[in-house]
Each structure stands twice: as C-alpha cells, then as structure tokens.
C-alpha cells in the first residue's frame, strides 16, 4: 500500500500565484486533514473532510479552498498566494471516525514545502 | 489555539538512558496521541490512549494520562540515536473531530 501520498514534494510560487497540493490515500479512510507546520508553531489544522462531499474548516482556513470528492482524494487549493502561507503542508487520513469523535490516530504523507516569494 | 503542550521542548540525553516528555492540555478529551517526526519527514503514530483509559505500552514506549490534571507523559526507555525525532502530543477534544497538535518536543540521542 502505498498510504497517503503528496504531491508535489516543493513547491515555489510568486505571490498572487494559484495551485493546488494534491493528497491521495488508497486506505479507503473516510476522515482526511491538511495540517501546516510552520517553525516554533507545531501542527495547525486547515481543513478536514469526514467523507466525500463533506468539508469542515480548521484553525487556519483563510486563503484555503478544498474539496472532496472521492474517498481517496482531498485537494488543497491555494487562491492567491501570499509570503505567509510559506510553509509545510501536510496531509492526513484516518479510518476511523464515529458520531462526532475522530477514534484513531492519522496517517501522514510525506508533506509538501511551498515557498512563497 | 493549540490544545496541547509539551514540556520540556528539547532534550538531550545519552544512548542507553530513558526519555520522559510531558504534555499539558485545556480542555476534557476523547484520546490523547503521540507522534513521531523525524527530520524532513511526516509524523508516524507511536501511541493513542483513550480518555478511560491512564496507561498504555508499546514496546520501548509508556504513555501515562492523568484527566484530573489533564497530562500526559511519554516515556521511552532504553533510548536509541534512532530515537533522535521531534515528539508531538496531540488532543481530540471530546465531542470533536479535529486533532490538536502541540508544539513539539525536539529529543537528541547521543549515541
């Protein structure tokens, strides 16, 4: 199996520039997150998914679009890049998700380093 | 706003030798998480301990939680250079579906 998998590995845009991060799971997990890691500020939750056709915003949103449209993929656009979305981006999906509590823990992809300039 | 903290935020410690990260958190939970990362890589589970639940084994690994006080700690025994990695503790809030990372603990084995 190959997990989940990110691409691209890095990234650089100019800003006002427009992409989007790709994140494939072939585990067949309904949850699926985006997490940016940024220096001295841990894991921050952008986005999650706890299906196909359901999206949620996280702790960061702003200047994030995602959707969901197969169980295996969760995009992350970025609109219109700026200096402080220079980070690393990484993708997450759980299987198991009941009621309203996630029960298990996330598996990673390799993650993606965008810089903005 | 993150959910958990661990203390102390770097260690270094001699091969051999054990390991003991604590992480504090604000809010009651559904499970408590470890994570591994090492460099330039994505996080690796290492431990999930329910909120019934006050401690849990794996291997070389012992996570401890007190919801009276709302901690946790992780310790690794016997500590490795394969050890080296920063450690995160994270939360699911109870009645929530999100997973609230800390800032990390940066953990150097010296072989």
């Known amino acids: 199996n190959a997990g989940v998998t990110q691409t691209p590995k890095f990234q650089v845009l100019k800003t006002g520039q427009s992409m989007t991060l790709q994140c494939a799971q072939d585990m067949n997990h309904e949850y699926m997150s985006w997490y940016r890691q940024d220096p001295g500020m841990g894991l921050r939750l952008i986005h999650y998914s706890v299906g196909a056709g359901i999206t949620d915003q996280g702790e960061v949103p702003n200047g994030y679009n995602v959707s969901r449209s197969t169980t295996e993929d969760f995009p992350l656009r970025l609109l219109s890049a700026a200096p402080s979305q220079t980070s690393v981006y990484f993708c997450a999906s759980s299987s198991a998700y009941s009621g309203r509590s996630l029960n298990s823990p996330l598996h990673f992809g390799n993650g993606t380093r965008l810089t903005v300039t | 706003s993150q959910q958990g903290e661990e203390d102390p935020q770097a260690l270094s410690i001699q091969e051999g030798e054990n390991a003991t990260m604590n992480c504090s958190y604000k809010t009651s939970i559904n499970n408590l998480q470890w994570y591994r990362q090492n460099s330039g890589r994505g996080l690796v589970h290492l431990i999930l301990?329910?909120?019934?639940?006050r401690e849990k084994h794996s291997g070389r690994l012992r996570v401890t939680l007190d919801t009276s006080k709302k901690s946790s700690s992780l310790l690794i025994t016997a500590s490795r250079a394969a050890d080296t990695a920063s450690y995160f503790c994270?939360?699911?809030?109870?009645?929530?579906?999100?997973?609230?990372f800390g800032k990390g603990n940066q953990v150097v084995v010296i072989p």
């Open positions: 301990i329910r909120s019934n639940e």
């Open positions: 994270a939360t699911v809030p109870y009645g929530n579906n999100r997973l609230a």
